[in-house]
């Protein structure tokens, strides 16, 4: 069963995520809803896959911690965002293994992303 990190400072967002992937057969390793949570999920285990909100609790947002997570692990990233914002959208599509969906999130479209990321890595 594959992994999955979800970094959301919504609780009531994060656990409707976590009920849609346990549904679609993803095991939830954790929610972490700042940058530094999710650190410490990711030192003691790294997921398959990261689902993770732009706009997070703390001194940084996830396009700061995504850099720092690719600086030690090639786990593809999914972002979910509410902002259009080119600053956002161009950070996003400069990081290796990034990958964005625009919120309200499909669950197909989130189900099929993760699926389609899984496939093509292997870490």
């Known amino acids: ?12 967002i994060s656990f409707g995520y976590r009920l849609q992937l346990e ?6 390793l954790s929610a972490a ?15 398959d896959a990261i689902i993770m909100d ?6 940084r947002n996830g396009l700061e ?7 030690t692990t090639e786990v593809p990233i999914i972002f979910l965002t509410a902002s259009s914002k080119p600053e956002i ?3 996003i599509r400069s ?4 990958h964005y969906l625009v919120k309200p999130v499909d669950p197909d479209a989130l189900g099929n ?8 890595h292997v870490h």
């Open 95 to 98: 990081l290796p293994n990034c």
């Open 65 to 71: 911690v995504a850099r720092d997570i690719l600086a």
């Open 89 to 91: 959208v161009d950070g």
């Open 54 to 59: 732009v706009y997070l609790k703390g001194e």
């Open 33 to 47: 809803r700042s940058a530094e949570e999710a650190e410490n999920v990711l030192e003691k285990e790294v997921p």
């Open 23 to 28: 549904q679609m057969g993803f095991e939830v």
């Open 1 to 12: 069963m594959k992994k999955i990190l979800i970094v959301e400072d919504e609780t009531i």
């Open 113 to 120: 992303t993760l699926h389609r990321i899984l496939q093509k």
